[in-house]
């Protein structure tokens, strides 16, 4: 089984500032990574995915994550933030058999702030 | 990419009705569909895997009498909450993998379900 933690739960940044959210994993078996953003009131659309290969992976909006074996983590960046990133950012894993069913972690709250 | 279509979006309803909600993937197939439970504030959680043709698979702990799950067609899956609570209000999303890309899903906008 796998579980995912999302260490923060809400992220305050200023526009045009970094930004990482965290997110750590347990598994016991490889597993792939993703991270979705959802807005108010939707469903939920990929940021980018960590699937084998090089371990800093880039997606959508400026976003990137790196992946980390070691420390089981893969946070996810962005070098500056806009006021239209704030959302709720959802990091998930699942196993490489059944790839479409994921585990998400709790979820970070990014506000940004002008 | 590809989309999936939940209808409805809101549903308000009363306790001890039953309420259904849609799963539609509009240009592509799905053999196979996903359907997550997000409580406020919360992360999502799996319920049940809906299967064309055959019957759905429940995650434990979750109730298959009181969430029916039927998947129609392999455009189609529903997911009924029966005999509604207040503690059933919850945002419900639907998810359906990608026909082509066998690590990605695509998701519905999600339904908001208040039972009162």
């Known amino acids: 089984a796998q579980s995912v933690t999302q260490l923060d739960s809400q992220v305050p940044v200023f526009e045009e500032a970094p930004v990482e959210l965290r997110c750590n994993y347990s598994?016991?078996?490889?597993?792939?990574l993703f991270w979705y953003v959802q807005y108010p009131n939707q469903g939920l659309q990929l940021l980018l995915k960590?699937?084998?290969?090089?371990?800093l992976v880039k997606g959508i909006n400026g976003f990137e994550a790196e992946f980390n074996k070691s420390q089981t983590s893969f946070h996810l960046r962005k070098p500056s933030v806009h006021i239209s990133d704030t959302a709720e950012y959802f990091c998930a894993v699942s196993d490489r058999g059944g790839a479409q069913k994921l585990v998400f972690g709790q979820g970070t709250r990014l506000t940004i702030n002008p | 990419g590809a989309v999936v279509s939940q209808h409805p979006s809101w549903v308000i309803c009363k306790s001890g009705t039953s309420v259904k909600i849609e799963c539609r993937s509009l240009d592509f197939q799905a053999t196979t569909m996903f359907w997550y439970r997000q409580f406020p504030k919360q992360s999502l959680m799996l319920m049940a895997t809906s299967n064309e043709g055959s019957k759905a698979t429940y995650e434990q702990g979750v109730e298959k009498d009181k969430f029916l799950i039927n998947h129609a067609s392999l455009t189609l899956s529903t997911l009924t909450v029966t005999s509604a609570h207040p503690e059933d209000s919850s945002f419900y999303i639907c998810?359906?993998?990608?026909?082509?890309?066998?690590?990605?899903?695509?998701f519905g906008q999600g339904t908001r379900l208040t039972v009162v």
């Open positions: 960590y699937l084998s290969g090089s371990t």
């Open positions: 998810s359906a993998p990608s026909a082509t890309e066998n690590t990605e899903a695509f």
């Open positions: 598994s016991s078996v490889s597993v792939y």
